[in-house]
């Protein structure tokens, strides 16, 4: 099955958009268990794979067999036959996503991408605006378990971001998802352009910078989060 924001239709059409034209290879005959996920993964035969890589040749899949919406990828049953992408579509995938060779990322940057696929594929993230709605601010929160303590919140934060009065994306506040650095307030600050800043004691430092294609996707999340956000009183 589809991953809880990635049925976002904007979502999908972004990313589509964005994926390399590949072959039709082998047909696959759909067995009881299987989704587009499942395939994707098994497909990339890659240990290592990220959520977001998986997430991408599950949309390729898709693609290739005219699936554009989330009711169509989900709606495959036992039997029914689609074309797997040829064997090159994964080499083709990797060069698609890097073009240009890539510097070491910051802890920021790091932790900016982590945030982005948890909000992806964690089916417990929502999000609230704040009153009153004029200043579309918008919390995002998560539930979470802390495996060593056994601490459980059903309303962890996960980030806060504010959108300007057209829609788009103005700020975003994150925390490092490795270490508190900030105990007071979110540990980074992020503007529309991508430059990450960090306060230390009222003067911004520079930490990082989102590439344009991860901050657009992180951009239609968020925005696509607001639409659906209720506002907390």
Same mark, same amino acid.
């Given at each position: 099955?589809?991953?809880?924001?990635? *049925?976002?239709?904007?979502? &999908?059409?972004?990313?589509?958009?964005?994926?390399? /034209?590949?072959?039709?290879?082998?047909?696959?005959?759909?067995?009881?268990?299987?989704? @587009?996920?499942?395939?994707?993964?098994?497909?990339?035969?890659?240990?290592?794979?990220?959520?977001?890589?998986?997430?991408?040749?599950?949309? @390729?899949?898709?693609? @290739?067999?005219?699936?554009?919406?989330?009711?169509?990828?989900? *709606?495959?049953?036992?039997?029914?036959? &689609?074309?797997?992408?040829?064997?090159?579509?994964?080499?083709?995938?990797?060069?698609?996503?890097?073009?240009?060779?890539?510097?070491?990322?910051?802890?920021?940057?790091?932790?900016?991408?982590?945030?982005?696929?948890?909000? @992806?594929?964690?089916?417990?993230?929502?999000?609230?605006?704040?009153?009153?709605?004029?200043?579309?601010?918008?919390?995002?929160?998560?539930?979470?378990?802390?495996?060593?303590?056994?601490?459980?919140?059903?309303?962890?934060?996960?980030?806060?971001?504010?959108?300007?009065?057209?829609?788009?994306?103005? /700020?975003?506040?994150?925390?490092?998802?490795?270490?508190?650095?900030?105990?007071?307030?979110?540990?980074?600050?992020?503007?529309?352009?991508?430059?990450?800043?960090?306060?230390?004691?009222?003067?911004?430092?520079?930490?990082?910078?989102?590439?344009?294609? /991860?901050?657009?996707?992180?951009?239609?999340?968020?925005?696509?989060?607001?639409?659906?956000?209720? &506002?907390?009183?």
């Amino acid at each position: 099955m589809v991953e809880k924001v990635s *049925g976002e239709q904007a979502y &999908i059409n972004y990313v589509m958009s964005r994926l390399p /034209e590949v072959n039709r290879g082998e047909v696959h005959t759909m067995q009881r268990g299987d989704n @587009l996920w499942n395939l994707a993964k098994k497909a990339l035969n890659k240990k290592d794979a990220t959520n977001q890589e998986i997430s991408n040749y599950m949309l @390729l899949i898709a693609k @290739l067999n005219n699936l554009e919406t989330v009711e169509e990828m989900n *709606g495959l049953k036992i039997s029914d036959k &689609i074309y797997m992408p040829e064997v090159s579509a994964v080499k083709a995938l990797d060069s698609a996503q890097n073009q240009t060779p890539q510097k070491p990322r910051t802890t920021a940057e790091i932790s900016i991408q982590k945030l982005k696929d948890t909000i @992806l594929n964690d089916r417990t993230v929502f999000t609230e605006q704040t009153y009153p709605g004029f200043l579309n601010l918008y919390h995002v929160y998560h539930e979470y378990r802390d495996p060593e303590t056994g601490y459980h919140s059903y309303k962890s934060p996960l980030m806060s971001f504010s959108l300007n009065y057209d829609g788009s994306l103005k /700020e975003v506040s994150f925390d490092d998802t490795e270490k508190e650095l900030n105990p007071i307030r979110y540990d980074y600050d992020m503007d529309a352009k991508g430059n990450i800043v960090i306060d230390n004691m009222g003067h911004k430092i520079s930490v990082g910078k989102m590439n344009k294609e /991860e901050l657009e996707e992180l951009k239609t999340i968020l925005q696509n989060q607001a639409k659906g956000a209720k &506002i907390s009183y």
